[in-house]
């Protein structure tokens, strides 16, 4: 028989954890079925900004613990594990997950996103070797050499300044003809003297046998291509929604996010969505945390027993899964 909680919260980032804080100190029985990289995207991040009570940012090796220790110290119960599939259960959920079957009667999904790929030749090939998405953790093997980051914008420029404290030179390769990043990350980047920014540029190829060696790029304006040298190269080119467990269960939108009402209410009754796995968010680690706070208090009120808006039933789900 499957364990069984009030609130069942999927996820490890801020948005989950905040979300598990609130539905454990309003006295719900909590799990969190945290995945297998606790911290979410933030945990990698060297200096996150931001977040309020912390003017001069903070290291997400700092603050991720301490997101999950508050959780764990007002009740929740965290498990590592990955959410696999949801199936109504009667007028409760049935999560299957990496570790076993879990019951609840509220779920809050708050699964985040992973970084895209490129999708270019030898990406997948020199992945760990020079190819990276963690500037933090990698810059420190590539002293003084020049490295290359894609994109242009909030992530890819936070990323830019963290290795020009660490490499020789950083060079962003930007497929448009703006950054598209906000100010406080723009102006600091143009005027680093170890930063340059090449625009119009779009990275074809990842060159390189058993470490990456350079890029083959095209050069939106002339049609040229060229071969760039570069030690390490780092993609920052946009996030993709990790809601695959959902399949057939719920209409994403375009982009694979979970679509919601204002009160984080899915389509489905009882089930809640927050953080950047949900369509219309704004993708800031504040942002999250407000919307798994929401989504921790939404959940008790239908626990409580309010109406729960436009949400179809466990039941009609389940017969809309069997193409009822
Ligand atoms: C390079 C970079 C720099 C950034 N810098 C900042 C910054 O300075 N300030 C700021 O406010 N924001 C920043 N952000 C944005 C910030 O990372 C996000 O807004 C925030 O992490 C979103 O939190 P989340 O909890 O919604 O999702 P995530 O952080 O993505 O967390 C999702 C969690 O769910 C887990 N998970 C995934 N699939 C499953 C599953 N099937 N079952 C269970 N768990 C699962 C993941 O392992 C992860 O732990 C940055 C992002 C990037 C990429």
């Known amino acids: 028989m499957a364990e069984s909680y009030d609130v069942a919260i999927a996820g490890g980032g801020i948005g989950a954890l905040t979300a598990a804080v609130h539905a454990s100190r309003m006295g719900r029985s909590t799990i969190v079925v945290g995945g ?24 997400g090796y700092e603050l991720c613990p301490m997101l999950q220790e508050q959780a764990a110290d007002d009740g929740a119960d965290i498990r590592m594990a990955d959410l696999e599939g949801l199936e109504p259960a009667g007028e409760a959920w049935r999560l299957q997950t990496s570790d076993g079957e879990v019951q609840a ?12 790929s490129l999708g270019v030749e030898g990406e997948e090939r020199l992945q760990g070797r020079g190819v990276s998405h963690c500037a933090s953790c990698d810059a420190p093997l590539m002293r003084d ?56 540029t779009v990275v074809e190829e990842i060159l390189g046998e058993d470490a990456v060696s350079g890029v083959r790029t095209h050069d939106v304006a002339s049609g040229d291509t060229r071969d760039l040298e570069l030690g390490g190269l780092f993609i920052y080119v946009g996030l993709e929604p990790n809601s695959d467990y959902l399949r057939d269960l719920v209409e994403l939108d375009d982009d694979g996010r979970i679509p ?10 009882g089930v809640f969505a927050a953080g950047i796995v949900r369509r219309g968010s704004l993708g800031q680690a504040a942002i999250s945390a407000g919307e798994g706070a929401a989504a921790a208090k939404a959940a008790h009120r239908h626990l409580g027993g309010e109406a729960a808006g436009r949400a179809s039933t466990p039941a009609a789900a389940a017969a809309r899964g069997n193409g009822g």
């Open 260 to 269: 919601t009402d204002a009160n984080m209410q899915t389509e489905l009754a």
């Open 105 to 116: 009667r509220a779920v809050i999904l708050a699964t985040g996103a992973r970084l895209r």
């Open 145 to 200: 050499r020049t490295v290359g980051v894609v994109g242009g914008g909030d992530s890819a420029l936070q990323e830019a300044l963290t290795l020009a404290d660490a490499v020789g030179e950083v060079i962003v390769l930007h497929r448009g003809d703006e950054l598209t990043a906000q100010a406080a990350y723009r102006e600091p980047v143009l005027t680093h003297p170890k930063i340059t920014v090449r625009y119009g």
């Open 36 to 59: 297998r990289a606790p911290g979410g995207l933030l945990l990698s991040i060297e200096r996150i900004d931001g977040v309020p009570g912390f003017p001069e940012g903070i290291a």
